[in-house]
């Protein structure tokens, strides 16, 4: 399985974005997916993750009320949509997964995409 993430871009401090988070492969549909986010100078730290079957969902305390995850289970395409967006949640965004279950711990995650990057200005 290889994830695909995108959309990614540069906005103003109050503005939306979405990310999506494509899952190729055989099994994909089997994989719990969820986002991390690296800032500059700063450990990798969770965000959001949504389980594999789409039952249930987690959130980092910090962006619980502005970004939400979803999923579509046809296409194995995970989204997180950002809103009321901050200059802290600047940092390159991961898509990760892991089978069967929910990448919501750095030692959970079985599959890194490569990050997309996402800048908030002030």
């Known amino acids: 399985v290889q994830l695909q993430a995108s959309g990614g871009g540069l906005v103003q401090a109050g503005s939306s974005l979405r990310l999506s988070c494509a899952a190729s492969g055989r099994t994909a549909s089997y994989y719990g997916m969820g986002w991390f986010r690296q800032a500059p100078g700063k450990e990798r730290e969770f965000v959001g993750a949504?389980?594999?079957?789409?039952?249930?969902?987690y959130y980092a305390d910090s962006v619980k009320g502005r970004f939400a995850i979803s999923r579509d289970t046809i296409k194995n395409t995970v989204f997180l949509q950002m809103a009321s967006l901050k200059p802290e949640d600047t940092a390159v965004y991961y898509c990760a997964a892991r089978m069967y279950g929910t990448p919501d711990e750095i030692s959970r995650v079985q599959l890194w995409g490569k990050g997309t990057q996402v800048t908030v200005s002030s």
């Open positions: 949504i389980a594999w079957n789409g039952a249930n969902k």
